[in-house]
């Protein structure tokens, strides 16, 4: 299959999103240039907004008011800047992708192949849902008391909603609509740079998970329960087969390992924002009464739950591919093969007992485990600001 019908069936929203983000590695330079320029600068001029307010207030509650926005900002800069100083090697990682997809395969490799790019796809498409469902929250959040004083108006006006807490040393009455104009950008930056990001990193995980679900497929059928009646010539083309199932699976470590190198500092500082922003985001919310504003910060939390899940649970499809891997190694019919065949099975067996692991930093594994006990963590420091 060729790259440009791979972008078309299974990469069209990593390079649609990414291309608007700067981030998608084919893009010509000089937009690619312009767009994370303006992604940045946007970025920046919301954190400067934010610390304003900060600073005008000067309180505790303004803080963890404007923490969770805060974070986001900076998250937009981490996830940015990662994939701007990881380019080449983003180019690389989509490079492996398209060759292997350009590959002569049996139909039953390209079903794997195909489940997997599907199922990244999938991902990716969930993660877009999210961030409409989130920018449609924010947005209504901040139009709703306009809108209401133009279909029930009272004698007084409701006032000016906005969408997340920002100081802009202008008259917020007056310059309304050139504040939202400027937040609505930011959140529009928001949606592009999250969903190209992390749909990038979903999509090429996906991809490892399919290339070790090949390697275990060849390494079970590589052996066939014949009557080889001391025929060599069928004892080689078994060899060879070994042969080439051991270098799947070794293309399928270098891969996930390349994957594991581009973000391995930048899971750690996303990771630790996360952990900081659910806190306050659930410390805030608890200490609400229901209004629309209560709401936002409900679905900030839901939003921030599916962003730390999608990550997190990438690693455990790593793991349980690898784990299916060692399961086909073991369960071939290696037995019935000679004793070189045997060697190499067995080499491949002892290969598979460490498996490859996603980390955030080399500190923390992320999967279903770590997704739980990050969650736990979070509920206790949302604990102790409270009491605090």
Not at 97 to 123: N, Q, S, T, V
Not at 141 to 155: G, H, K, Q, W
């Amino acid at each position: 299959m060729h790259s440009s019908e791979v972008e078309v069936r299974y990469l069209y929203v990593n390079k649609d999103c990414g291309s608007v983000a700067g981030v998608w590695p084919y893009a010509n330079k000089q937009r690619k240039w312009i767009c994370r320029t303006a992604m940045i600068f946007i970025a920046i001029t919301s954190l400067i907004t934010q610390i304003a307010k900060v600073i005008i207030d000067l309180s505790v509650d303004s803080l963890i008011e404007q923490c969770p926005f805060l974070v986001i900002a900076l998250g937009i800069i981490i996830k940015e800047t990662n994939y701007i100083i990881h380019e080449e090697e983003l180019k690389s990682v989509f490079g492996f992708l398209f060759k292997d997809w350009m590959m002569d395969r049996p139909k039953d490799e390209f079903d794997i192949m195909d489940k997997y790019a599907k199922r990244g796809l999938f991902f990716s498409r969930l993660y877009v849902a999210n961030g409409c469902f989130c920018y449609i929250i924010f947005t209504l959040v901040a139009v709703t008391p306009r809108i209401l004083d133009i279909v029930s108006p009272r004698n007084e006006s409701r006032g000016v909603g906005f969408i997340y807490p920002a100081y802009y040393a202008l008259d917020e009455e007056e310059h309304y609509y050139i504040i939202l104009a400027h937040m609505l950008s930011v959140i529009t930056v928001t949606f592009f740079v999250y969903i190209s990001c992390d749909s990038i990193y979903m999509t090429i995980i996906q991809h490892a998970c399919g290339l070790l679900n090949v390697t275990g497929y060849r390494f079970l059928s590589a052996v066939q329960d014949t009557d080889k009646n001391g025929n060599m010539k069928v004892a080689d083309e078994e060899y060879q087969k070994v042969c080439f199932s051991v270098k799947a699976h070794q293309h399928a470590m270098e891969y996930i390992g390349m994957i594991e190198r581009m973000h391995d500092s930048y899971l750690f500082l996303v990771v630790t924002l996360i952990i900081l922003s659910f806190s306050i985001t659930l410390v805030k919310a608890t200490t609400m009464e229901p209004s629309v504003e209560f709401y936002k910060y409900c679905g900030f939390l839901v939003v921030q739950l599916v962003h730390l899940l999608f990550l997190s649970i990438q690693g455990y499809f790593i793991i349980m591919a690898h784990d299916n891997v060692y399961n086909n190694i073991y369960n071939g019919l290696w037995y019935l093969s000679t004793a070189k065949t045997q060697a190499l099975y067995a080499l491949a067996l002892r290969r598979n007992l460490t498996p490859p692991l996603l980390t955030a930093g080399g500190i923390m594994t992320l999967d279903l485990e770590s997704f739980s006990e990050i969650l736990k963590a979070s509920v206790s420091y949302c604990t102790v600001l409270k009491s605090s």
